[in-house]
Nanobody
Framework: VQLQASGGGLVQAGGSLRLTCVAS????????MAWFRQAPGKEREFRAS????????AYADSVRGRFTISRDNAKNAVYLQMNSLKAEDTAVYYC????????????????WGRGTLVTVSS
């Protein structure tokens, strides 16, 4: 599976962005997907995850109520809608995939995209 993330950019605090991750391969529908972020000098952090069917999701406490993860298996895509953005949301955001499960632990994921930079100005 190859993952390509896009949608990052510069936004003012309080604004919104929608990240998209498109996966190659015919078995996307069996993969759990997640978004992580990594800020400069910091470790990678979990943001949100979604199971293969889109019926179960999980969020980090700091984004619950502001971010929404969703997927469209017909388009091999997973999305992260980010609202009410804060300066501390600034980071490179990565999408990740794992077959037949989903998790908030980065080492659970087998496949990673290159990341897309989100910068929130205060």
């Amino acid at each position: 599976v190859q993952l390509q993330a896009s949608g990052g950019g510069l936004v003012q605090a309080g604004g919104s962005l929608r990240l998209t991750c498109v996966a190659s391969g015919r078995t996307f529908g069996t993969y759990g997907m997640a978004w992580f972020r990594q800020a400069p000098g910091k470790e990678r952090e979990f943001r949100a995850s979604i199971n293969w069917s889109g019926t179960r999701t999980a969020y980090a406490d700091s984004v619950r109520g502001r971010f929404t993860i969703s997927r469209d298996n017909a388009k091999n895509a997973v999305y992260l809608q980010m609202n009410s953005l804060k300066a501390e949301d600034t980071a490179v955001y990565y999408c990740a995939a794992v077959d037949r499960t989903f998790s908030d632990i980065d080492t659970s994921y087998s496949y990673w995209g290159r990341g897309t930079l989100v910068t929130v100005s205060s």
